[in-house]
């Protein structure tokens, strides 16, 4: 049985009304279980088109998506909306917390659409809290927490249903460096305890190069690979001309 979490195939999203405009052109990527991947480009370049296709967020025009081995690239509304819940979590650069509900009550939220036992789900949310650290702020308003601590509770609030695979979007893009480094920690710490999968799509060059693989998409298109090996990185396919000022990152080797 494949290790592969999510396979995409010839994946392409279109647009446009006459005028053909493609987000994604023919995007082929394999993401196996426990992997922390970063996916960077630049701006308009069809990363969030790529997260909006890897979180069931969108259906692609052409290609297919596989999740654990199911074909899901045109599950119906509903059933996108049942995997989005159980599967897949998503932490985003605006945390996206409601306002009137403590750090508890929003950690709790994904477990009771669920329909979770509301004293099970309590359970959960106050040991994923003290996972992240914020257990003795667990009765707190967003309004009350500062940025990073919100976005721990996101984070929390993420793991509530024990997803297959966290997706970050520009998950540290509103944080100061030591709050950045803080919810990386946290991340790889999860990484590594849980072998819990995730995929961070993000502008953060510094954030990128300490995840074990990263993917770079240019106009719609996956133009280079590479791979953390013996502390530096691997290159796969063809990414020279992409690594000058592209990444900061010396690589290894390069491997065909």
Known sequence: MSDDIIVLQDLSKIYGNGVEVRA??????????????????????????LLNMIGLLDTPSLGQIYLKGIDVSRASPEERARLRNQELGFVFQYHHLIPEFSALENVMMPLLIAKK?????????????????????KDSLPSQLSGGQNQRVAVARALANGPSIVIGDELTGNLDTKTS???YNLL?????????????????????????RILRIVDGKMVCEMRRK???????????????GALHVKPLLHVK
């Not at 394999?30 to 069809?46: C, L, M, R, Y």
């Not at 789900?121 to 809290?129: K, P």
């Not at 790889?188 to 074990?212: G, P």
């Open 24 to 49: 994604l052109d023919g995007v082929s990527l394999k993401i196996k279980a426990g992997e922390f991947v970063a996916i960077v480009g630049p701006s308009g370049s069809g990363k969030s088109t």
């Open 117 to 137: 036992d509301k004293s099970q789900a309590r359970e959960r949310a106050i040991e994923l809290l003290e996972a992240v650290g914020l257990a003795d702020r």
């Open 181 to 183: 480094d803080l919810i």
């Open 188 to 212: 790889r710490d999860l990484n590594r305890k849980i072998n819990q999968t995730f995929i961070l799509v993000t502008h953060d060059m510094t954030l990128a190069e300490k995840t074990d």
């Open 230 to 244: 013996d502390g530096g990185f691997v290159t796969v396919d063809n990414c020279e001309a992409e690594l000058d």
